[in-house]
């Protein structure tokens, strides 16, 4: 079972930033031995779970949505188990919980039913 504890988010105007933190612990987690899909999504009021995006544990290779593509940038620290989304330039149809989640295996994958663990969900706000 993995874990994954968030952090960070809040109310930030348009055109500010924000980062989020997602810490991954259990003990069947371990990254060296079977590797990891992190990503974020996202989900606004009355909408679908969105995606955001993704990151493997092996490799510096990270994808996005389009439509953060540009704005969003996501990082982990290896050592920590901790994967963040820095979010800037940020815009109102931002607003949603942010969710971080976590897949058993690595490859571009956008679909939430994929992931098999998740994060506990923060808040974003951009307010206009």
């Known amino acids: 079972q993995v874990q994954l504890q968030q952090s960070g988010g809040g109310l930030v105007q348009a055109g500010g930033s924000l980062r989020l933190s997602c810490q991954a612990s259990?003990?069947?987690?371990?990254?060296?031995?079977?590797?990891?899909?992190m990503a974020w999504f996202r989900q606004a009021p009355g909408q679908e779970r969105e995606f955001v995006s993704g990151?493997?544990?092996?490799?510096?290779?990270?994808y996005y949505s389009d439509s953060v593509k540009g704005r969003f940038t996501i990082s982990k620290d290896y050592f920590k188990n901790t994967v963040y989304l820095r979010m800037t330039d940020l815009k109102p149809e931002d607003t949603a919980v942010y969710y971080c989640a976590c897949r058993r295996g690595i490859g571009r994958v956008i679909q939430g039913a994929q992931f098999h663990y998740w994060g506990q969900g923060t808040q974003v706000t951009v307010s206009s």
């Open positions: 990151i493997f544990w092996s490799s510096n290779d990270p």
């Open positions: 259990g003990p069947t987690f371990d990254p060296s031995v079977d590797d990891r899909t």
